[in-house]
């Protein structure tokens, strides 16, 4: 019997709140400047007493809630003691025996669950810059809101970890509480991780701050290649916290593990325990947009989009966004013409009006214009109609066999070898006259046509 991997998720998340945590300060992921966004309360100074950030636990609610948690009508904050330069209180606020969700679950692919034990929020760290002979420390994400979200460990794989890290950051961006831009570790994701060959579970190791779904995989695929090695061999595993080198591909041993007691929790006495009335999490409730999986099912019940097409526009966001404006001017017919034209075409600039893209679609559907020429004219439909643009230009595809027959001769007696080569047999020759002719309209004779009368001119 071969080992099996348990794999447990604890991934931090910086909110997009105004201020911090637990003073005005401002909370600016690109503030380039160190030490800037600080005030007495975020660096410790004495006699300073923190308050709360409503819109921080709105947040954390609305994530829960989303999550399928149970939001418990009573929540506080903790004190988790420890010493770190980057953390100006000697101790971090936290909370650890109330937190503000409980028992949720995130479902991977429509079919597994993965059990959430926990989401609670906590101020994240400053930042420690080293160079080569001294380090420095920058304290403007000291004291930003952090939400922090435990796992059960119902993972199975590398791959699931990853899929967990991918589905709950589109998550976040449908829910607008954090930017979860991994880059800027506004998402780490951290990675519980044993394996065993019976239902026991094995010696867990944790891998800490992942910032990327890749590593996330690699990490997880190393360690349990990493233990199997190591019980085969007769060792033990040791409990441990471990670093992921990203370019050399392996973890690397920090530190033995911290128990809870080592740091020494109490509640935090400067801050009033939090009470929620029903009216408070329904409020927050009724916030939630339509999720991922949700404008998954419908796109395809509602437009009968095919799958791939429809993990795209729920991935990109405001790319669905903009073809649900788009479909709303398009017969049914036209809808799935108009999601591959955005897709493949890869446009990322929203600033053309929906309209202007759905009468768009309709002239290629009628044979007014080629693809080539409507992405042409792209960069004139944000201020023009497109009728208007391919007027002014002289852009309508042509669909007179007159015309074509004429530009057809043209290319075929500029091209006797071809003609020669599709009487032996190579049929190829065929692509190869129509995109002549297809380059001398400069892209506007009708494709189709251009196929048929070629056809029937070399037979």
């Not at 032996?424 to 380059?439: E, P, R």
């Amino acid at each position: 019997m071969t080992y099996q991997p348990t794999i447990g998720l604890e991934i931090h998340i910086e909110l997009n709140t105004k201020s911090k945590m637990f003073c005005s300060c401002s909370n600016n992921p690109d503030e380039r400047n160190p030490n800037v966004n600080i005030c007495p309360i975020c660096t410790a100074q004495p006699g300073t007493l923190p308050v709360i950030n409503e819109e921080a636990v709105r947040k954390v609610i609305k994530t829960g809630l989303s999550l399928n948690c149970q939001i418990p009508e009573f929540s506080k904050f903790d004190r988790k003691n420890y010493f770190y330069p980057d953390l100006p209180k000697g101790y971090q606020i936290s909370q650890l025996y109330e937190p503000l969700c409980k028992n949720g679950y995130l479902k991977l692919k429509e079919t597994k669950r993965i059990r959430i034990r926990e989401i609670h929020l906590e101020e994240d760290t400053g930042r420690l810059i080293h160079e080569k002979d001294y380090s420095l420390v920058d304290f403007n994400r000291a004291g930003v809101p952090l939400m922090e979200l435990v796992t059960e460990p119902d993972i199975a794989s590398a791959k699931e970890a990853r899929q967990f890290a991918q589905d709950l950051h589109l998550i976040m961006h449908y829910l607008d509480v954090s930017d979860a831009d991994m880059e800027k570790g506004q998402m780490r994701v951290e990675i519980n991780l044993s394996i065993s060959k019976s239902k026991e579970l094995g010696t867990k190791t944790e891998i800490k701050n992942l910032n990327s779904f890749r590593s996330v995989e690699r990490a997880a695929d190393y360690e349990i290649k990493r233990q199997t090695e190591l019980l085969d061999k007769g060792e033990k595993i040791i409990q441990e916290t471990r670093g992921w080198d990203d370019l050399k591909g392996i973890t690397v041993s920090q530190r033995e593990k911290e128990s809870a007691h080592d740091y020494r929790y109490f509640s935090e006495p400067d801050l009033p325990p939090l009470h929620f009335t029903a009216d408070f999490i329904d409020k927050i409730r009724s916030e939630i947009p339509e999720l991922p999986q949700q404008r998954k099912e419908r796109f395809i019940k509602d437009y009968g989009l095919d799958e791939k097409n429809v993990d795209v526009l729920v991935y990109d966001k405001n790319l669905g966004e903009y073809f649900e404006a788009v479909a709303k001017g398009l017969s049914f017919d036209l809808i799935k013409s108009a999601a591959d034209f955005l897709i493949n075409t890869e446009i990322k600039n929203y600033n053309i009006p929906s309209e202007n893209f759905s009468q768009m679609i309709t002239l290629i559907k009628d044979g007014k214009i080629s693809k080539t020429t409507a992405k042409e004219i792209l960069p004139e439909i944000t201020t023009k109609q497109p009728s208007e643009v391919i007027k002014e230009r002289g852009l309508e595809q042509m669909s007179g066999e007159g015309d074509l027959e004429k530009i057809i001769k043209e290319v075929i007696s500029q091209n006797p070898k071809a003609m020669e080569d599709y009487k032996k047999g190579k049929t190829n020759v065929l692509q190869f006259l129509a995109g002549q002719v297809m380059a001398k309209s400069k892209g506007r004779a009708n494709p189709k046509l251009v196929g048929d009368i070629l056809q029937k001119f070399l037979s």
